[in-house]
């Protein structure tokens, strides 16, 4: 089967950055997501549309296909209360997960305080060019469920309340 519009993908994917590993999925479990619901970068759903299991390649993608240009400036003070990530100390330079009303984003400490951190919101990634070896693990139709949710379900159902 090949990747379409609703199909549920899982692959997995190498990221570099001018030949310097950036992060890896291998030995972890595979991403996965519902084909054609905005929920992956554009420049890599283009890459994955008409692949098939077993499939293994690369795509370089210029920053506007993936996480943007930089934006110089975009800092903004954020309480630590709520910066989530599995961390004691919060420190410069480390990333941390923040909730807003667009959901979730990754931003990277510029300045701790005790109360607040002054934030950069560019995506760590933002300004980059990127290569992804990606290796498509499966393909499948989704579910009706999971094509009205936006995401794939894990086996017994997807864990959120409706």
Excluded at 69 to 98: F, N, S, Y
Excluded at 125 to 147: C, H, M, N, P
Aim: proline share 4%.
């Amino acid at each position: 089967m090949q990747i379409s519009k609703n199909s549920a993908v899982e692959f997995h994917y190498t990221l570099s950055e001018a030949g310097e590993q950036l992060e890896s999925s291998v030995n972890h479990a595979p991403l996965s997501y519902i084909h054609g619901s905005e929920g992956m970068l554009p420049g890599l759903e283009k890459a994955l549309e008409g692949k098939a299991a077993g499939d293994k390649f690369s795509v370089t993608l210029e920053p506007s296909e993936s996480y943007g240009e930089r934006v110089d400036d975009l800092i903004q003070r954020i309480p630590l209360k709520h910066l989530q990530g599995d961390v004691k100390v919060w420190k410069p330079g480390m990333t941390a997960m923040v909730q807003s009303n667009q959901g979730q984003h990754q931003v990277t400490l510029v300045k701790v305080g005790r109360f607040n951190a002054d934030c950069d919101l560019n995506h760590p990634f933002a300004g980059k060019t990127l290569t992804f070896d990606l290796e498509v693990v499966s393909v499948r139709e989704a579910t009706s469920e999971e094509i009205s949710h936006g995401h794939v379900h894990a086996e017994g159902g997807c864990g959120h309340s409706h």
